[in-house]
């Protein structure tokens, strides 16, 4: 049963094993520094380390996943961008031209595509990673987004691209990444009933729609909460009902890293709904992740603050793509090399100053 496959994967994530952490802080506090001078970059070594349980982490391998599906509720004028912008984006991406791959050339990371629901025939495209659930999800305004077996698909399609880069690569540090036209729409809705807030209280203008638009967009929202009537203790029904294919790939993608004890750094609005979906299935997961940055997408704040999660920048960015999580890919590795390349004080021959405490 597919479902059991879920269940199953949801049992084997475990929180971290904290054993070793005041050994690790003790390392960071005889650096040659003053403690906690490098602030959230030595909470960021140290959140590393855990994950892998050592003093000593492996070199971080970075790929960022973005998973790209299109949506039904597109049909209802929500964004300021057609439908076929998506399967267009998605030839950028592998031609390298988009801001992800820049900025993942920037730090460093492997980018891999993955169709998971896009409205659009890619044959067999070389490079493309080929996990089509459905072309596009329906329109959630009148039925539901997906089937919950349509729904697991994708959570488990998402996390065995994730596995594969984990346990086949060797990948020790994962990024979010999506393109879906019309998605901060079905993002704005599970937050809603995720965080028990107002649509209009979630919802911003996605790709810059005008005034009368975002005011339709929330009437969506607001309807299609309404007709699915989501069962909020059940998240799978909550995704399957306002959902969309990249989100489940997302939360599936989280998933799997919190089972593979892999770090996950998730970018912003739509991706960090596929992590709140995962938080809601197994609330351990949040001892595997990483908040990159604080979108200007009113609800992702809201997302965060559900989670517990602190985002590491706050650029006003509010593209997509994985485009906030792989800069803070190398905030991560910045930290990684304090705690393996930085002198000690008794290594350098420094002397220490006095103690804290």
Known sequence: MIEQRL???????????????????????????????LGRLEELAKHYALVFNTLNPPVPKKVVLVFAGDHGVSDEGVSAFPKEVTHQMVLNFLAGGAGI??????????VRVIDIGVDHDFRSLPGLIHKKIARGTKNMAKEPAMSREEAI?????GADVALEA?????????????????????????????????????????TGIG???????????????????????????????????????????????????????IDGFISSAGALTAYCLCPEVKDY???????????HKVQLDFMGLRPLLDLDLRLGEGT???LAMSLVEAGYKVLTEMATFEDANVAEGEKAG
């Open 7 to 37: 269940k199953d994967l949801i049992k084997t994530i475990k929180p971290i094993d904290r054993a070793i952490e005041d050994k690790i802080q003790n390392k960071l506090d005889n650096l040659t520094k003053p403690r906690g001078s």
């Open 153 to 157: 698909k994708a959570i488990l399609a």
């Open 166 to 206: 984990i346990q086949r690569d060797g990948c020790t540090m994962l990024a979010t990444g999506e393109m879906g036209i019309a998605n901060t729409t079905p993002a704005s809705a599970v937050t809603a009933v995720f965080c028990s807030k107002p649509a209009s209280y979630v919802t911003g203008k996605g």
């Open 101 to 110: 791959n820049v900025l993942a050339r920037h730090v460093g990371a492997d």
């Open 211 to 265: 005034d009368a638009a975002f005011k339709k967009k929330v009437e969506v929202i607001e309807r299609a909460i309404a007709i699915n009537e989501p069962d909020v203790s059940d998240p799978l029904d909550v995704l399957s009902k306002l959902g969309g294919f990249e989100i489940a790939g997302i939360c599936g993608m989280v998933l799997a890293a919190a089972a593979s004890k892999c770090l996950v750094v």
């Open 324 to 326: 906030g999580a792989v």
């Open 289 to 299: 992740i990483v908040a990159a940055h604080r979108s200007v997408e009113c609800g």
